[in-house]
């Protein structure tokens, strides 16, 4: 009994002493930063009633322009974290000095849970090699071929949106339509699938991609390991996604590549692309090839980004229209203009020809990123010239984009939405990583030509048919954000009154 006793007291005594050592590991190296709060660090609001780049945005506030140095210390969970306070630094951690920040240093477990050995997870040299792989399936030429696919879904967008404008006389919550919009989309170009999510609201592709992205396997409690020591929960052999998600997702790549290998179907869409790379795999081009769990990996990815972000952030841009009538009018006569002299059809030259539509979209997108924060992780010691502000391999890095495009030192009275911060003067004005939707260097968003041709498609046939406004009492003003999804998105959904453009 002595001895267990003994070894009890030992094993607590480390155990103090390690969480010590974590928990003061800013403050031995003096670093500014707020006190911790064991176990959560400084995320004890995250996922009850503050949105998590909330929570850096007002950290980024709290000590730039007060500290020698370009970030301060964070703790996520038992995690210590680099908060990137200048911008000068972001552009050192996003692309001058990527060879050292090269990895995200998030979960991912390709043994038990193969959903998640996708690009946005994978590190190293595994990383470098996919992406080379897959950088031809996102060119110019192959959106083209796609715009097509899209158009189509779009022409069912507006059909859908035009008999619940008709069928509700007050609002219509906008967020779903929209999701089952991209939806659609993706699961058209990305699985060669007829989702048919737009005609319904049950539809399993929806509520599959919705539960992969708010539900967690083993819930909330075990965010503390999956996020805070992401390398230990793989080797526990932790998964992230639910299964049924996985069984779903794994079941329809498995029977799509069958049908279209066995059938010998060509679609031109994301899907041919990855089939074309997995027979090189199994004729032994294991070079240029992938398996089959890594297209699956790669597919459910594409998926998930392409509709969660792109619906976002067109509900972000309809309800910031709603609220500046000026700005939708004028982009409306741009639309329409435009389909006129292209005698009513929109393709994919005439839209290039809106430029306007981009510059709402990427003000919206300044406004509210739907994705308001980029992590990083030191894959090797890096030297300041200050060496109280070197970072240790290992020590995460967060570039607040929320913050950085709330910052009134490059965009002055950041609240209001004006798309003309985006003419081309005023981006020349502005220093490289002040605009970070898509993330900056060689890892960013690899699918951003995708995700901003089917905004921009949903967003010109909408305006073109119909008119936004606010809702006296069911739009909430100002925006309310989702406390619990690790990406930005609004609380309730976006209701706003919806009504068909009637033109002379």
Not at 149 to 171: C, H, P, Q, Y
Not at 394 to 401: S, W
Not at 459 to 466: E, R, T
Request: net charge positive.
């Amino acid at each position: 009994m002595a001895v267990l006793i003994v070894l009890l007291l030992g094993a607590l005594t480390l155990a103090v002493w390690f969480v010590q050592q974590r928990f003061s590991y800013w403050k031995r190296r003096g670093i500014p930063h707020d006190a911790p709060t064991i176990p959560f660090g400084n995320t004890k609001e995250l996922m009850k009633t503050v949105q998590i780049s909330e929570i850096f945005k007002r950290t980024y506030f709290k000590y730039k322009n007060k500290t020698d140095g370009p970030f301060v210390g964070f703790y996520m969970y038992f995690k210590h974290i680099a908060l990137v306070t200048d911008i000068d630094f972001a552009k050192t951690v996003l692309i001058r000095d990527f060879d050292k920040f090269h990895d995200r240093g998030i979960f991912h477990n390709e043994r038990d849970d193969p959903l998640t050995n996708n690009l946005v997870n994978i590190e190293g040299l595994k990383w470098k090699t996919l992406r080379q792989k897959l950088t031809p399936t996102f060119t110019s030429g192959k959106m083209k071929n796609m715009f097509p696919t899209i158009l189509n879904v779009g022409d069912d967008l507006i059909r859908v949106f035009g008999e619940k404008a008709s069928a509700s006389k007050d609002s219509l919550e906008i967020t779903d339509l929209l999701a089952r919009f991209t939806a659609d989309v993706i699961g058209t170009c990305a699985f060669g699938l007829e989702c048919h999510s737009l005609s319904d609201p049950k539809a399993e592709f929806v509520t599959m991609g919705t539960s992969a992205i708010t539900e967690r396997r083993y819930g909330k409690s075990m965010d503390l390991i999956l996020f805070g020591a992401p390398k230990l929960a793989a080797k526990l052999r932790m998964k992230q996604s639910p299964q049924k998600v996985e069984d779903f997702y794994m079941k329809i790549i498995k029977d799509t590549v069958d049908f279209r290998v066995k059938n010998n179907v060509k679609r031109n869409d994301f899907m041919d692309m990855l089939i074309e790379m997995k027979l090189k795999y199994e004729n032994g081009d294991k070079q240029n090839g992938l398996s089959f769990n890594e297209i699956a990996a790669q597919a459910f990815i594409f998926f998930l980004a392409g509709f969660e972000t792109s619906s976002t952030t067109m509900g972000f841009a309809l309800y910031e229209l709603a609220l500046n009538q000026d700005i939708q009018d004028k982009l409306r006569t741009e639309i329409d203009s435009v389909l006129k002299k292209h005698n009513g059809k929109l393709d994919y030259d005439s839209m290039k020809e809106m430029s306007y539509l981009e510059k709402v979209i990427d003000e919206t997108m300044r406004k509210r990123p739907v994705v308001g924060h980029l992590i990083r992780v030191a894959t090797e010691n890096y030297e300041h010239s200050n060496p109280k502000y070197n970072i240790e391999k290992g020590t995460g890095v967060i570039v607040p984009t929320w913050g950085i495009h709330h910052d009134p030192e490059f965009y002055p009275e950041p609240e209001k939405f004006i798309p003309e911060r985006f003419d081309e003067d005023q981006v020349q004005q502005r220093p490289a990583c002040t605009f970070l939707p898509f993330g900056e260097g060689p890892r960013n968003c690899i699918g951003l030509r995708f995700g901003r041709m089917q905004v921009f498609v949903g967003m010109a046939l909408l305006i073109h048919n119909f008119k936004f406004e606010v809702h006296p009492t069911k739009t909430v003003v100002p925006m309310e954000y989702r406390a619990d999804d690790i990406l930005m998105s609004s609380k309730g959904g976006i209701h706003l009154k919806v009504s068909r453009v009637v033109r002379q």
